[in-house]
T-cell receptor, first 113, second 107 residues
Framework: EAGVVQSPRYKIIEKKQPVAFWCNPI?????LYWYLQNLGQGPELLIR????????DSQLPKDRFSAERLKGVDSTLKIQPAELGDSAVYLC???????????FGPGTRLTVL | KNEVEQSPQNLTAQEGEFITINCSYS?????LHWLQQHPGGGIVSLFM???GKKKHGRLIATINIQEKHSSLHITASHPRDSAVYIC?????????FGQGTRLTINP
């Protein structure tokens, strides 16, 4: 069974440019998470989806970050415009339901120059 | 103060040594997870526990709910155990993560 797929794995952009990350969760998993992980820190939740509904986006900086999960499967996370402080690893995870074990993707390492 | 604190932050040991990583938390939880993260790789779940003790191969995880404390032990450590180990607690339908412990096992 395929795991959580993320692309790209690495992205380097200049500040003020837009960037988008894509996540394909494990088939059948209703809950999808986007996390941000700074160097030397644990992941921090940005947004949680149950099917296509964003049920927790309280930590998402909505002035520059947006996310969508059309049809309740794949999801994209967008930053526009990117700032230097956005350099981090962006992790996607999915679980069968919210209380179940989460499975993580390999992450996208973003570098903003 | 973080809701989940791990210690030590960094740990270097020789192959074969017994390793202990600690996790303390300050919130009510329904479960505690131990996760492993290799450099450049994703996060892999090692254990999920809500009471007592679990063992998988050379890894042992314990939790004391009353003291709000958990430990991850590695017996007969090996260089391939080198990774970041992260403690995460499930609280109010969210996972709250510790900052991780970077473990390096030298041959």
């Amino acid at each position: 069974e395929a795991g959580v797929v993320q692309s790209p794995r690495y992205k380097i952009i200049e500040k003020k440019q837009p960037v988008a990350f894509w996540c394909n969760p494990i088939s059948g998993h209703n809950t999808l998470y986007w996390y941000l992980q700074n160097l030397g820190q644990g992941p921090e939740l940005l947004i949680r989806y149950e099917n296509e509904e964003a049920v927790d986006d309280s930590q998402l900086p909505k002035d520059r970050f947006s996310a969508e999960r059309l049809k309740g499967v794949d999801s994209t996370l967008k930053i526009q415009p990117a700032e230097l402080g956005d350099s981090a690893v962006y992790l996607c995870a999915s679980s069968l339901v919210t209380a179940a074990e989460q499975f993580f993707g390999p992450g996208t390492r973003l570098t903003v120059l | 103060k973080n809701e989940v604190e791990q210690s030590p932050q960094n740990l270097t040991a020789q192959e074969g040594e017994f390793i202990t990583i600690n996790c303390s938390y300050s919130v009510g939880i329904s479960a505690l997870h131990w996760l492993q993260q290799h450099p450049g790789g994703g996060i892999v779940s090692l254990f999920m526990l809500s009471s007592g003790k679990k063992k998988h191969g050379r890894l042992i995880a314990t939790i004391n709910i009353q003291e709000k404390h958990s430990s991850l032990h590695i017996t007969a450590s090996h260089p391939r155990d080198s990774a970041v180990y992260i403690c995460a607690v499930r609280s109010d339908q969210k996972l709250v993560f510790g900052q991780g412990t970077r473990l390096t096992i030298n041959p």
